[in-house]
């Protein structure tokens, strides 16, 4: 049978050869045998790009195989026609859905289709900036900082008249002030690896130089 087949009843009548009168018919219902579709899907449904081993899984049901689609960005290494794949997960990974269809091995028409949507993981805003709010000019070595989460990397904008001399890209810098800070905002934004296109939104503390005391 073709796999487009729609179900309907199969009419058997018996006529004599030579004679126009038939028997009756006798009939039967057939339809595609065809899985339920695919259970609810269990995984993470916010990934990180760039990381490997993400599992995904669905019900096993009797006799049923299952064929695995992934969205651009993702590559299934394991488990194609099974209940449960192992996936990695590219750094230019967006977003996208996993579908997923059952079939019998001895009957190809496949289930209806089960879709899992997935969406690269945004790193949390970062913690409060600590770090001097009044700064000299000429200063050097001024530590900015903020609580490091692992597998994230920062993203520091000073203002002019400052200058990051080491640190970038971690949870901690070091900044010399030149003469002409005036002031101006730190800025600090969370990523993954190789994703600066997805960063989180900034966390910003107000810094200002140092003013003389007023002459009496």
Do not use: H
């Not at 199969?10 to 038939?22: E, K, L, M, Y």
């Not at 996208?96 to 091995?105: H, L, M, P, V, W």
């Not at 901690?172 to 101006?184: D, H, K, M």
């Amino acid at each position: 049978f073709p796999v487009t087949i729609a179900p309907g009843w199969i009419d058997v009548t018996a006529t004599r050869a030579g004679c126009n009168v038939a028997a009756p018919s006798s009939n039967k219902w057939i339809e595609r045998n065809v899985p339920n579709m695919p259970g609810t899907v269990t995984g993470n449904n916010k990934v990180s790009p760039g990381t490997n081993g993400y599992t995904y899984s669905i019900p096993q049901d009797s006799g049923v195989v299952y064929t695995w689609i992934m969205p651009t960005g993702m590559t299934l290494v394991s488990g194609q026609g099974t209940n449960s794949i192992t996936v990695n997960v590219a750094g230019s990974f967006i977003q996208g859905n996993i579908t997923i269809t059952g079939s019998y091995t001895n009957c190809p028409a496949p289930s209806y289709i089960r879709s899992f949507f997935v969406e690269r993981n945004i790193p949390a805003v970062p913690d409060p900036i600590t770090g001097p709010a009044v700064v000299c000019p000429n200063a050097t070595g001024v530590i900015y900082a903020t609580s490091g989460t692992p597998g994230v990397n920062y993203l520091w904008t000073v203002p002019t008249g400052m200058t990051i001399t080491s640190g970038q890209g971690l949870n901690q810098i070091s900044v010399n002030i030149g003469t002409s800070f005036i002031q101006g905002n730190v800025q600090v934004t969370a990523y993954y690896a190789g994703d600066t296109a997805n960063q989180s939104y900034p966390t910003i503390k107000w810094v200002t130089k140092d003013a003389p005391p007023t002459p009496s």
